[in-house]
């Protein structure tokens, strides 16, 4: 295996691995594959500049990712060195390498001085850090309350109480193993079985008229909880992934989600009021059409291979032939920006039971990283023109143009893929999936 193999080899591995929350193994590999794709990449470098008439491509992840990694963890020496290794190889010029340096310098002091506030007055708010230290650059501060490690943050109204790593109280409400259930459930929670998905939404008495019927439907879920809390009763309804069981959720979540006294758990996380009304509009939208091809495209414009058209990576929205990048003896896909887009969606979806981040990495890594230009023409006159119909209006006026190109195959290829696993490559299926006529 060459240099640029290498190379290519150790960011796809970089790529693979999530970075929120990350284990400490899962750092070490981390590490280690972006360590060695800084090692290949100054002959990898030499081989894009043949590739892209000169040009590099926007996303190099030794530069972009290994040194805020370093930073995250308090390696600020290790991220400065591989700041100075990227500049002396030619993928940042000396005023980057300037900005760059500052930058963790910068982060640097106002870790210090972060932890140093939060050491004197735990609990903090994280929301009233810009007040408190306002002299500080704001994006540095920024930065660290967002990312650094030995800051541990705990939920608190719309926003979050700070502690040093390691002193953090214990938790304020913890699920009781002496829990009293309504006649006939289970007496402890440890022999409750949960399904290996489930969504849980819990709430004390209120004064709400709605009070009555948000217990009433409580009671009605598959399983149904009381605890007691500082002399005051908790209501816990757990519900499974299926249509009927989800769409329940969602009808006690809307009841009661404002109340004070609510709060929904993901599998063991606790989860703030945006991300459930993601999985609401999306997975809820799913459970409501009984569509068993949804996430492959809940219409012709979002037709996607993935299966989560919430990548926003589909045929008529940034189609995964469009990261393609031109180069002098053909095109070449920028991967990497895939996997971000990828990643920054699973921060939000990764509690839906139907996203399999897996199953998506195991697709893009299947992508032909390189075609010519007749490959290339061919993913276009394939998957241009596509759909029945397409309405267009023009000075109010509407018309209707016809396509005879033929309906989205995506249903045909989620049917292929999970009735034959064993049989075709991820390549072969998608290729399934493109093949048009």
Same mark, same amino acid.
């Given at each position: 295996?060459?240099?640029?193999?290498?190379?290519?080899?150790?960011?796809?591995?970089?790529?693979?691995? =999530?970075?929120?929350?990350?284990?400490? &193994?899962?750092? $070490?590999?981390?590490?280690?594959?972006?360590? =060695?794709?800084?090692?290949?990449?100054?002959?990898?470098?030499?081989?894009?500049? =043949?590739?892209?008439?000169?040009?590099?491509?926007?996303?190099?992840?030794?530069?972009?990712?290994?040194?805020? %990694?370093? %930073?995250?963890?308090?390696?600020?020496?290790?991220?400065?060195?591989?700041?100075?290794?990227?500049?002396?190889?030619?993928?940042?010029?000396?005023?980057?390498?300037?900005?760059?340096?500052?930058?963790?310098?910068?982060?640097?002091?106002?870790?210090?001085?972060?932890?140093?506030?939060?050491?004197?007055?735990?609990?903090?708010?994280?929301?009233?850090?810009?007040?408190?230290?306002?002299?500080?650059?704001?994006?540095?501060?920024?930065?660290?309350?967002?990312?650094?490690?030995?800051?541990?943050?705990?939920?608190?109204?719309?926003?979050?109480?700070?502690?040093?790593?390691?002193?953090?109280?214990?938790?304020?409400?913890?699920?009781?193993?002496?829990?009293?259930?309504?006649?006939?459930?289970?007496?402890?929670?440890?022999?409750?079985?949960?399904?290996?998905?489930?969504?849980?939404?819990?709430?004390?008495?209120?004064?709400?008229?709605?009070?009555?019927?948000?217990?009433?439907?409580?009671?009605?879920?598959?399983?149904?909880? $009381?605890?007691?809390?500082?002399?005051?009763?908790?209501?816990?309804?757990?519900?499974?992934?299926?249509?009927?069981?989800?769409?329940?959720?969602?009808?006690?979540? $809307?009841?009661?989600?404002?109340?004070?006294?609510?709060?929904?758990?993901?599998?063991?996380?606790?989860?703030?009021?945006?991300?459930?009304?993601?999985?609401?509009?999306?997975?809820?939208?799913?459970?409501?059409?009984?569509?068993? *091809?949804?996430?492959?495209?809940?219409?012709?414009?979002?037709?996607?291979?993935?299966?989560?058209?919430?990548?926003?990576?589909?045929?008529?929205?940034?189609?995964?032939?469009?990261?393609?990048?031109?180069?002098?003896?053909?095109?070449?896909?920028?991967?990497?920006?895939?996997?971000?887009?990828?990643?920054?969606?699973?921060?939000?979806?990764?509690?839906?039971?139907?996203?399999?981040?897996?199953?998506?990495?195991?697709?893009?890594?299947?992508?032909?990283?390189?075609?010519?230009?007749?490959?290339?023409? &061919?993913?276009?006159?394939?998957?241009?023109?596509?759909?029945?119909?397409?309405?267009?209006?023009?000075?109010?006026?509407?018309?209707?143009?016809?396509?005879?190109?033929? =309906?989205? &195959?995506?249903?045909?290829?989620?049917?292929?893929?999970?009735? *034959?696993?064993?049989?075709?490559?991820?390549?072969?299926?998608?290729?399934?999936?493109?093949?048009?006529?």
């Amino acid at each position: 295996m060459n240099s640029s193999d290498n190379y290519y080899e150790n960011i796809r591995q970089m790529l693979e691995i =999530k970075k929120t929350n990350i284990s400490s &193994k899962d750092l $070490e590999k981390f590490y280690l594959h972006g360590e =060695k794709a800084l090692e290949n990449l100054e002959e990898a470098i030499i081989e894009m500049k =043949k590739w892209g008439d000169g040009e590099l491509p926007p996303s190099i992840p030794p530069r972009d990712q290994l040194p805020d %990694m370093y %930073m995250r963890y308090g390696r600020w020496d290790d991220a400065e060195r591989v700041i100075r290794e990227c500049y002396r190889v030619g993928v940042l010029k000396e005023e980057e390498l300037e900005e760059h340096v500052r930058w963790i310098n910068n982060c640097q002091a106002v870790s210090l001085e972060v932890l140093a506030h939060i050491d004197e007055f735990p609990e903090v708010q994280q929301k009233d850090m810009y007040k408190r230290l306002y002299k500080l650059d704001k994006n540095c501060l920024k930065w660290v309350l967002r990312f650094y490690y030995k800051i541990s943050k705990t939920k608190y109204k719309n926003t979050n109480k700070l502690y040093l790593k390691g002193e953090e109280p214990k938790e304020l409400f913890v699920e009781s193993e002496s829990l009293e259930t309504i006649p006939g459930r289970s007496a402890l929670i440890a022999n409750i079985d949960f399904p290996d998905w489930y969504i849980k939404i819990s709430f004390g008495k209120s004064s709400s008229s709605n009070y009555q019927r948000a217990l009433f439907l409580a009671r009605q879920a598959p399983i149904y909880l $009381e605890d007691q809390y500082e002399g005051e009763i908790v209501h816990s309804a757990v519900y499974g992934k299926s249509s009927l069981e989800y769409l329940a959720f969602i009808q006690i979540y $809307e009841l009661i989600h404002n109340w004070k006294s609510t709060f929904v758990i993901c599998n063991g996380h606790v989860l703030d009021r945006k991300i459930i009304g993601q999985l609401n509009y999306c997975y809820g939208d799913k459970c409501r059409t009984g569509q068993i *091809d949804f996430c492959f495209g809940a219409s012709m414009f979002t037709d996607n291979p993935f299966g989560c058209h919430r990548l926003q990576i589909s045929r008529y929205n940034n189609p995964w032939w469009s990261f393609y990048r031109k180069t002098q003896s053909g095109y070449i896909l920028d991967k990497g920006e895939i996997f971000k887009r990828t990643d920054i969606v699973a921060e939000v979806y990764k509690y839906c039971p139907d996203f399999d981040l897996a199953a998506i990495k195991q697709v893009i890594n299947e992508l032909p990283l390189m075609v010519d230009d007749k490959g290339y023409s &061919k993913l276009m006159d394939e998957n241009q023109n596509y759909g029945d119909q397409l309405v267009r209006k023009t000075e109010g006026e509407e018309f209707v143009i016809t396509y005879t190109a033929p =309906k989205s &195959k995506a249903k045909a290829y989620y049917e292929n893929r999970n009735k *034959d696993p064993d049989e075709k490559s991820i390549v072969g299926r998608l290729f399934d999936f493109l093949k048009r006529g």
